[in-house]
C-alpha cells in the first residue's frame, strides 16, 4: 500500500467533504455550530375543529403577522390551488389544495395588520373560468365568498388573481441552475411581503412532499417554461426551488391540514389518496412559521412518523432526505434540525402520523450510505 503524508491525507479529505457539501450530502455546520450561529425557528401547531379560528391562533402564536407586515403594505398569497378547479371533483376534500378557511383566514389577518392590499394569485396552466376551487367546488369555490366577506368588511382590499391573465411584467432573478434567471411575475416580485399557503400533501418522485417552498413553482410563468413547467425539472426542480425562494423571500408559510393528500401526491389522478386529518388524529392542524424551511421541515416529520430509512440522526430526521430541504439548510435558508425548532403549541409528538411513501423509490438521489447517518 502506497504512503501518504499528511498534507496529502488533508487535501484529499477536504476535496471529498466539499464534493459532498456541493452535491448537497453534507451540513454545512454541524449540530453544535448550529446552536451557535443559528436562533431557534419557531413554527407553531395547532390542532382543532374550527378553521378559521385555529389558523389565526397559529399566527398568534408567532406573535402575528404584524410581524412581518408594516401598515399599508402590499402582500401576495400564493395558495396551492393550481390542480383545483378542472378535474371534475371537489379539490379540497381530495386534499389537492388548502382548504379555502385557511387562505380566508390569513388574509382577513393580512388586513387587520393594516396592508393596504392582498392579492391572492396563482398562474394557472390554462386558462379557466372556474378559477380558485371552481363551480364543481363544494369547498374550493368558497373562497370566493369568503374574500367577499372580507372586503364587505374592510373595503376592497383583497383579490383573486390569475397570474396568467395580470403579469405585466417579470422580474428577473438568478438562479444556481442551467437556466441562469428566473422569471418572477411583477405581482409578486412588487410585493412587500410574500405568503405562501400550502397543503399538508406528498409529491411523487423525484420530491417527496411538496409544502410552502414547493407551492411557489406555481407562480412561475408556464408561458416560459412549458407546461407543466418542463423546463425548470429538466434544469433541476430541486435547486429552481430554492432559487425562487431565495429571489422572493416569503415572509410566512401556512400549510393547511384539513384535508392532505398521501402516497403518490400532488393529484388523484397521478395515485394520490385523499386523507380527512380528523379521522386520524381528531381535529384539523394548521402550521405555519416565518423560517420556511423550518415549517416544512415540521411538516415533513409530521407525517412521516415511521417512514423508512430514517436517518440515525434523529434531529435531522426525514427532512434530510428531502432533498430540497436538505439543500436549503445547507444553503443557509432555513433550519432542519428539530434541536433548533421551537414548536409552539401542540406536541408534535402527539400529532405524527404516518402517511403513505409516495412509492420504493422515496428518495432515488440518496446514495446508501447516506442512509446510515
Known sequence: MKKITRREFLKKSIGITSALTCAGLWPLTSSAQAGILQPKSEVALVKGNDITQITSQALELLGGVKRVIKPGAKVF??????????????????????????????????????????????????????????????????????????????GDKVSLVDLRKYTKSFIYVPSSTKIQWLAIPNLVAEADTVISVAVL??????????????????????????????????????????????????????????????????????????????????????????????????????????????PRDTDLGVPWYVKHLRMAYNQGIGQIHSSHIEIKGERLDDLAMSWLMPGKNTYPELPNYVNNL
Not at 381530495?94 to 382548504?99: D, L
Not at 394557472?124 to 374574500?147: D, H, M, N, T
Not at 394520490?272 to 394548521?286: E, L, N, Y
Open 77 to 154: 398569497i400564493k395558495p396551492n390551488y393550481i390542480a383545483g378547479g378542472f378535474m371534475g371533483h371537489d379539490p379540497v376534500q381530495s386534499g389537492e389544495i388548502p382548504h379555502p378557511e385557511v387562505v380566508a383566514a390569513v388574509a382577513h389577518e393580512c388586513v387587520k395588520a393594516g396592508a393596504k392590499q392582498v392579492v391572492i394569485g396563482e398562474w394557472f396552466e390554462r386558462p379557466l373560468k372556474i378559477e380558485f376551487g371552481g363551480e364543481k367546488s363544494k369547498y374550493g369555490a368558497q373562497v370566493k365568498k369568503l374574500v367577499e366577506k372580507i372586503n364587505k368588511k374592510f
Open 201 to 310: 400533501k406528498t409529491h411523487h418522485r423525484p420530491i417527496s412532499v411538496t409544502f410552502g417552498m414547493k407551492n411557489f413553482v406555481g407562480i412561475m410563468p408556464s408561458i416560459l417554461y412549458g407546461e407543466p413547467r418542463m423546463k425548470l425539472h429538466e434544469a433541476g426542480i430541486n435547486q429552481v426551488i430554492l432559487d425562487i425562494v431565495k429571489g422572493i423571500k416569503p415572509k410566512l408559510t401556512v400549510i393547511s391540514g384539513v384535508y392532505g393528500m398521501e402516497g403518490e401526491g400532488v393529484v388523484l389522478s397521478f395515485g394520490g389518496k385523499p386523507v380527512d386529518i380528523a379521522s386520524r388524529i381528531g381535529g384539523a392542524v394548521v402550521i405555519a412559521g416565518f423560517d420556511p424551511v423550518a415549517t416544512d421541515a415540521t411538516a415533513t416529520r409530521l407525517i412521516t412518523k415511521n417512514w423508512q430509512p430514517q
